[in-house]
């Protein structure tokens, strides 16, 4: 039987993240919530509602968040880990179609895709995610049209080739470029898009900034390397 897990990234959810837990107490799933150094209730309200707490005694960074939960999942022999928010943008019933997917797919990594509905999605994060998109699109020579989201089924063959370096948003876009360019397939699938005015937590200098690092560490150097060899 396929042992599947939700990883759930968290930091300062008190609010969000037992909604979020009652609703997917139903699916019979296990549920890994990484509590990213909240100095609120996060961890409590998760194991309250069963969920496996992993816990940074200091806020590192997403995606240090979401590897970590890679690790327990991996020690764990997980077969599947899909990946959610913990701020409610994510909707639980939406995980049997990336179950759905991955029984009849060989594809190594499904992302849910909102931009085929993105009425309720606010201007700015529109706009942002399709320049993202469009040029991770570019970078991994494949068509992946919502880039940003963070609600995806990762399988434990892919886990366990993909050599993570980074710690914070800009994790996600890694992944799907060191995938790419090991030629691993990125599928997507359409998921609902979940807004209630939420702020983003992304700082677009900051985060930008950490992206055209990664950009340059993962294809300025491979190109320096071609040159120099």
């Given at each position: 039987m396929?042992?599947?897990c939700?990883i759930i990234?968290t930091?300062n ?6 909604g ?11 549920i ?5 150094g ?8 998760a ?6 707490v992993i816990?940074?005694?200091k ?7 979401l590897l970590?939960?890679f ?30 997917k991955?029984s009849?797919?060989g ?6 895709n909102?931009?085929s ?8 994060r529109?706009?942002?995610?399709k320049?993202?998109?469009?040029f ?7 068509v992946i ?11 434990k ?5 993909l050599?993570?370096r ?7 876009s ?8 090991i030629?691993?397939?990125v599928?997507?699938v359409?998921i609902?898009t979940i ?5 983003s937590?992304?700082?677009p200098f900051?985060?930008?900034?950490r992206?055209?690092k990664?950009?340059f560490r993962?294809?300025?150097?491979r190109?320096?390397?071609?040159k120099?060899?």
């Amino acid at each position: 039987m396929n042992k599947t897990c939700v990883i759930i990234p968290t930091y300062n959810e008190s609010k969000k993240i037992g909604g979020l837990l009652l609703q997917l107490s139903g699916k019979k799933i296990d549920i890994i919530v990484v509590d990213d150094g909240s100095n609120d209730l996060t961890a409590d309200i998760a194991r309250e509602h069963g969920a496996h707490v992993i816990r940074n005694l200091k806020n590192r960074g997403k995606g240090a968040a979401l590897l970590n939960g890679f690790t327990h999942a991996l020690k764990q022999g997980y077969d599947t880990v899909i990946t959610m928010d913990g701020d409610g943008q994510h909707d639980p019933d939406d995980i049997s179609i990336f179950l759905d997917k991955a029984s009849v797919s060989g594809d190594s990594i499904i992302i849910g895709n909102r931009m085929s509905e993105p009425k309720n999605m606010p201007l700015d994060r529109w706009l942002t995610n399709k320049v993202m998109s469009w040029f991770i699109s570019c970078l991994s020579r494949q068509v992946i049209p919502d880039s940003q989201c963070g609600f995806r089924l990762l399988k434990k063959d892919t886990l366990e080739k993909l050599y993570l370096r980074t710690s914070n948003y800009e994790t996600e876009s890694e992944m799907l470029i060191k995938a790419s360019r090991i030629g691993l397939k990125v599928v997507s699938v359409n998921i609902k898009t979940i807004y209630k005015g939420e702020r983003s937590r992304i700082n677009p200098f900051i985060d930008t900034i950490r992206f055209l690092k990664l950009i340059f560490r993962e294809y300025g150097l491979r190109d320096s390397k071609k040159k120099n060899g």
